[in-house]
């Protein structure tokens, strides 16, 4: 069982910047391959962000490339997801998750996770 909990999230500016923690307890996610997800009202969950359990390769949704960038410190149980120039459209609760498999082409389906944090919100004002 791996527990995980979100932080970081908060109301900021379009163009500004925040940065999302995941901390993970009760387990080791250092053989897990982490993932950041979101949820917008009204729409469904979306993939954000993959890092396999090394930390040596990243994915990225399309929209939000070159704009966030996930890491991981296995040393700290800890995975983070830094934004850069928010837009209006990345508000959203915003979920880390646990995936065990190795292949990234599992990375992007929410279904391949096994473990998720309770979220916390991004608002982003225009």
């Known amino acids: 069982q791996v527990q995980l909990v979100e932080s970081g999230g908060g109301l900021v500016q379009a163009g500004g910047s925040l940065r999302l923690s995941c901390a993970a307890s009760?387990?080791?996610?250092?053989?897990?391959?982490m993932g950041w997800f979101r949820q917008a009202p009204g729409k469904e969950r979306e993939f954000v962000a993959a890092?396999?359990?090394?930390?040596?390769?990243?994915y990225y949704a399309d929209s939000v490339k070159g704009r966030f960038t996930i890491s991981r410190d296995n040393a700290k149980n800890t995975v983070y997801l830094q934004m850069n120039n928010l837009k209006f459209e990345d508000t959203a609760v915003y979920y880390c998750?646990?995936?065990?498999?190795?292949?990234?082409?599992?990375?992007?389906?929410?279904?391949?996770?096994?473990?998720w944090g309770q979220g916390t919100q991004v608002t982003v004002s225009s």
């Open positions: 998750a646990a995936n065990s498999y190795r292949s990234s082409t599992y990375y992007y389906r929410d279904s391949m996770y096994s473990y």
């Open positions: 009760k387990r080791t996610i250092s053989s897990y391959a």
């Open positions: 890092v396999n359990w090394s930390g040596d390769r990243t």
